[in-house]
């Protein structure tokens, strides 16, 4: 339609299109003669508007269509991989992206409805792989409310420990995964990664055997000096691991 193929009707809605123009579905398929916009016209379209801004829209209302459009072409390629939740889900997921880039925002918040319709899509694990990046930190895991909507507790553990690797290779500072890995049960890989940063002193009190009263006690008294220093989230991993 915008390269001149389509036909309109007296509404001005383009009904049909020439055979072979971009536009047209793959597939012949669609209702009423209606083309149906294929993976390929749905790709250049969003590289166009991702470089020319369109008169009458504002930078939110493009970002909402680039978000569409991006959500269509992720349809086409992995067709019946997600349910109508999901989809919801996905959208409202690409345009927080597309909205934190138009509006230089840090977030686009999503949404306890948002949360809602992930947690009542049963195709949960394409949803994981369509929104989740392989290299997602905690931030990131907390901004798409993982641990809101993600109902099986084996993907939720494998998408934690992803998690708190991302979290240690950011400085390679143990401290930034500790309350993950304690959460996980994982203390041993604190210990672990404790000595390969050569900090031998937390390595050694990581090997204490914490089902004991003193041990959890001088996690406990641990716990209350980070918060002294306002360190809250490692405070929070010495409370769990006492």
């Not at 809605?13 to 009423?32: D, F, I, K, L, N």
């Not at 991989?81 to 959208?91: I, P, Q």
């Amino acid at each position: 339609a915008l390269q001149g193929g389509g036909q309109k009707n007296e509404g001005g809605r383009v009904v049909s299109q020439e055979a072979g123009s971009p536009g047209a579905s793959e597939s012949g398929e669609g209702t009423s003669g209606a083309a149906i916009l294929s993976a390929k016209a749905a790709r250049e379209l969003e590289e166009l508007l991702s470089q020319t801004q369109l008169p009458g829209l504002s930078r939110t209302e493009q970002a909402y269509l680039m978000a569409i459009l991006d959500t269509h072409i992720h349809m086409s390629e992995h067709k019946d991989s997600l349910d109508e939740c999901g989809v919801r889900f996905l959208v409202k997921h690409k345009l927080s992206a597309y909205v934190r880039r138009a509006q230089k925002k840090e977030v686009l918040p999503l949404s306890c409805a948002d949360f809602c319709w992930a947690f009542h899509s049963e195709a949960q694990a394409a949803l994981v792989e369509a929104c989740v990046p392989s290299d997602c930190d905690w931030a990131r895991a907390r901004d798409l409310g993982v641990g809101y909507w993600l109902r099986s507790p084996k993907e939720l553990e494998r998408l934690m420990g992803d998690v708190a690797k991302a979290q240690f290779k950011q400085k390679r500072d143990p401290n930034d995964c500790l309350l993950v890995y304690v959460a996980m049960g994982k203390v041993r890989v604190m210990q672990d990664l404790f000595r390969t940063c050569r900090m031998d002193k937390f390595a050694d009190f990581f090997k204490r055997d914490f089902s004991q009263e003193a041990h959890r006690l001088a996690a406990t008294k641990n716990a209350y000096a980070l918060i002294s220093k306002h360190r809250y989230e490692l405070a929070a991993g010495y409370f769990v691991l006492a």
